[in-house]
């Protein structure tokens, strides 16, 4: 069973996915603090009511990256986090932080911090993403799950999950239909890394005893 | 029926599922003329073969691309393209060129030069694009079919297809699964051209009369 950290900035749903899947037994692990720095963010709720301790470290004026990124540490350390889960998290965090969540021999290389996306990357990293597929005339899009490194949205990729990009698709409908396979593969992801199963060659990461389609990625929905 | 020029440099596959596709009428039109760059391109055969007109016009040693460009428009005019197709085509297009097959009022905004590229635009534009969906450890690749504008595979596109990148892929067996893509969607996007069911909106391309996950996409195979 791995301690999982979550941070969130919003309304938590892939929280709940994480959360959800911990309690189903398809996770492997216990989701043991929600940090969030955004005061009533709906993840805090959902934190509470699943049992999980609750942080919050409002970043709001901060100017000083590197001291927000201690304190996070600080606040984390109490609960010996073995993976952190980015989910809605509105910050880069910095070389002090990913550096204390960098790979261990028991993670054969990989690092301890995950991201979920929701873009096939590399295609539409950063903010406003939906709108940006749907402005480029895309007709596919996606999630990705991805550990974190110091670039945005620039990680070794875990699992990715496509969907169609429908003709009259507005920015809320593509991000709905993205979101549900973001529940899909974010758990997917933290238990292969609980089950031991993830390696990293290079900026590949290798599932262990995946067939070779299966397992490595997510296929479409539909 | 349109008239249809292809310009190819290569092996001509994406050439003879056009070809194909106009002998079996899935494509409401005609190969009129197929020019390469390259002596002894195997696309020239496969357009010989399908009694197309074929011009070669070697580039290899020309310096002076605008009239490298003048001289494929002269070599074109004679066959009074509808459409040009670039099908393997290894040089980028001067503005003379895309001017003089610009948009047209029958073509609703669309400009007259279309191109296949084997990834999903926007990632992995360019050359040697399976090896680097490879490197960046993507789940999915795919290709597009974009009209084509001054940049390196930046025109708006028209339709996308998605394959799986399996764990054992070299760019040899991902190139192979794509090319399989390629040849189902390039046809595909010219015939709804010969229909006229294209129009361009900013940088989106509608497809009138398609449902709206159907037509404006094509689903991955598996």
């Known amino acids: 069973m791995i301690r999982i950290a979550v941070l969130a900035s919003g309304g938590g749903t892939n929280l709940q996915a994480l959360l959800d899947a911990c309690a189903a ?7 043991a603090v929600v940090l969030s720095n955004v005061p009533g963010a709906g993840a805090l709720d959902r934190a509470r009511a699943a049992g999980a301790a609750v942080e919050l470290l409002p970043s709001r004026g901060v ?7 201690r304190a996070v540490l600080e606040r984390l350390r109490p ?8 989910a809605g998290w509105m910050r880069l965090l910095g070389p002090a932080f990913l550096a204390a969540h960098g790979p261990l021999p028991s993670t054969r290389g990989c690092p301890r911090v995950m991201n979920v996306h929701p873009a096939l ?3 539409f990293p950063g903010l406003h993403v939906q ?3 749907l402005d480029y005339g895309a007709r596919f ?13 620039t990680g070794p990729v875990i699992v990715q999950a496509v969907v169609p990009v429908l003709q009259d698709d507005d920015a809320r409908a593509l991000a709905a239909r993205i979101l549900v396979q973001e529940h899909r593969i974010y758990p997917q992801a933290v238990q292969w890394f609980a089950e031991g199963r993830l390696s990293l060659e290079g900026r590949r990461v290798r599932v262990a005893g995946a067939a070779a ?3 490595a990625l997510v296929q479409p929905a539909s």
């Not at 609960?79 to 980015?86: I, N, Q, T, Y």
Request: proline share 5%; hydrophobic share 40%; with cysteine.
């Open 79 to 86: 609960h010996a986090p073995d993976l952190v889960c980015l």
């Open 121 to 123: 990357l590399p295609a």
């Open 63 to 69: 100017a000083d990256r590197e001291a927000y990124d």
């Open 131 to 133: 709108q940006a597929a």
């Open 213 to 215: 389609a299966e397992g």
């Open 141 to 153: 899009s996606g999630c990705t799950v991805h550990f974190v490194d110091a670039g945005t949205d």
């Open 25 to 31: 037994g398809r996770v492997d692990g216990r989701v």
